[in-house]
């Protein structure tokens, strides 16, 4: 598919990765709708951001853990911008949670945001892909999905559990829509870490590096131009799940 026009919604699109996707979907000729919870300020840097270039975006404030937020957010888009033909799943949590401190929110929180989230708004914008006979579904799961670790158990586990969905749901609408996830390693460094700890994270990387904002598009991208590409789990993490 090619994203000239189309309809383009980004959750979580305001900051870090979900920002640099916003501008590159605009830069290639989508109409981006860009969801925010409660970053917006950042929201109307970004669209302000693509405007100036010419772009086309409009911003969108939603609470992912409420399916009547989601269902009030999915009908501003079409009424705003038109039918969505392509939905990134992109909002996502990362919260260190030790074994024994783990408690019924996070489990909430995580459960909310990395699997409910996706399937509503999936199920929200089906009918209408499925009627204009063209949609594209991209999760966000995560290196997890191939190989865990500790210290994060709600997190690993609802991640992994996107990969169920995205492979669930790439069957359930089929052949009109394709469903499909990239699973990223570390794309970038947050910045509470400390170089060391980078230094020690990059020798057990395959490629010796870490990830960046560029891969995480191109890979969105190319999985956008595919189309006969469904069910799909992309590892995009240096080869550090192997």
Request: aromatic share 8%; charged share 25%.
């Amino acid at each position: 598919m090619d994203v000239q026009d189309k309809i383009v919604l980004v959750t979580g699109g305001a900051r870090r990765l979900g920002r640099e996707l916003t501008i590159a979907l605009a830069r290639a000729g989508a109409k981006v709708a860009l969801h925010y919870r409660s970053s917006f300020k950042e929201a109307q840097e970004t669209a302000s951001l693509i405007r100036r270039k010419g772009g086309t975006v409009e911003i969108f404030q939603a609470d992912l853990s409420q399916k009547s937020s989601l269902e009030k957010m999915v009908r501003a888009v079409e009424k705003k911008l038109g039918g969505i033909s392509i939905l990134v799943n992109n909002a996502s949590i990362f919260e260190r949670t030790p074994f024994e401190k783990i408690t019924e929110k996070d489990w909430e929180k995580n459960y909310r945001t990395h699997l409910l989230a996706p399937f509503w708004l999936s199920y929200l914008v089906a009918p209408g892909m499925k009627k204009r006979k063209e949609g594209k579904i991209i999760n966000i799961a995560d290196r997890t999905v191939f190989r865990t670790y500790k210290n994060y158990l709600p997190y690993v586990v609802t991640k992994a559990a996107i990969a169920s969905l995205t492979k669930t749901l790439a069957l359930e609408l089929a052949p009109e829509i394709q469903v499909n996830a990239i699973a990223p390693g570390l794309l970038l460094w947050p910045e509470e870490k400390q170089e060391l700890s980078k230094k020690r994270y990059v020798k057990n990387v395959p490629l010796r590096r870490i990830g960046s904002a560029d891969d995480f598009v191109k890979a969105i991208l190319a999985l956008i131009e595919l189309d006969f590409a469904t069910g799909a789990i992309l590892p995009l993490d240096g080869g550090i799940s192997l």
